[in-house]
């Protein structure tokens, strides 16, 4: 039987295939292009946020129905996106638009508590056996009052993340999510690394970072900090580098670990 060999790749073919197709792609969406233009005078970057910015040029949606969404210039899409996975049963699905139609005639926002909220938290309780809720208004903002209740319950500081993972853009997290290779540092030790300027030099020193699905790395970040850490951070399938799933046994095992520290897990 042969052995495979590499086959040698023309980086200039790539490069005139890639300009050639993403010339195609601002062909067919003229008029995103045209909002985004405008976008950028009163935007940063012309997107709300940074990562809809991508090349070669950010899709303004028009609308969405069932599992299908259409731009500005009338292109169709397939959703696989879903909404980072909260528009699971698809766009205007009818019951959604009832029921929001209804809530939206009867007033928006009052800051105060409505009737719903316990309906909501006592069916959410029910599903998966917490028995207290708490609403917020972002990913950012639950892992945010994750980290500080984690750390007034444990009297500790120091969290430990995943290299590469996202859990929203507050400071004590924005740690090594998209690090430049030549700042990584060892596979087995990556360096904690600030995602941008403006995050405080003494808030990434209390963010240890370890490798996804390495329950040694994380072993070893305990025993460098004795006493330290209040939580580990994980995604259940890490999702920031595409769909990675944990190994068998490694969120139990990961879960042990941090208690047997005194830690949380999140």
Not at 25 to 50: D, I
Not at 212 to 233: M, Q, S, Y
């Amino acid at each position: 039987m042969s052995t495979p060999t590499a086959r040698q790749i023309s980086s200039a073919r790539v490069k005139e295939l890639s300009a050639r197709e993403e010339e195609r792609f601002r062909k067919a969406r003229p008029r995103s292009h045209q909002l985004w233009t405008e976008a950028r005078e009163v935007m940063p970057r012309g997107v709300p946020s940074s990562f809809q910015d991508a090349a070669p040029q950010p899709v303004f949606v028009e609308r969405g129905k069932g599992s299908r969404v259409w731009d500005v210039d009338g292109n169709e899409y397939v959703d696989f996106h879903n909404g980072f996975g909260v528009m699971v049963v698809g766009h205007a699905h009818p019951k959604i638009v009832e029921a929001v139609s209804h809530r939206i005639a009867q007033g928006s926002h009052f800051a105060q508590p409505v009737a719903e909220d316990v309906q909501v938290a006592r069916e959410l309780s029910r599903r998966f056996g917490l028995p207290q809720w708490r609403f917020t208004n972002s990913g950012t903002e639950s892992t945010l009052d994750a980290v500080r209740i984690a750390r007034a319950f444990t009297g500790r500081e120091r969290l430990i993340k995943m290299e590469a993972s996202y859990h929203g853009h507050h400071d004590a997290l924005m740690v090594s999510v998209e690090p430049p290779p030549d700042l990584m540092g060892p596979a087995g030790e990556p360096a904690s690394v600030p995602q941008s300027e403006g995050i405080p030099a003494a808030v990434v020193e209390l963010t240890t970072v370890i490798p996804f699905n390495d329950l040694k790395a994380a072993e070893r970040a305990f025993t460098r900090h004795p006493g330290e850490v209040a939580a580990v951070i994980v995604e259940p399938a890490m999702m920031n580098v595409g769909i990675v799933l944990p190994d068998q046994g490694y969120l139990p095992g990961l879960r042990d670990i941090a208690h047997r520290h005194g830690a949380l897990l999140i």
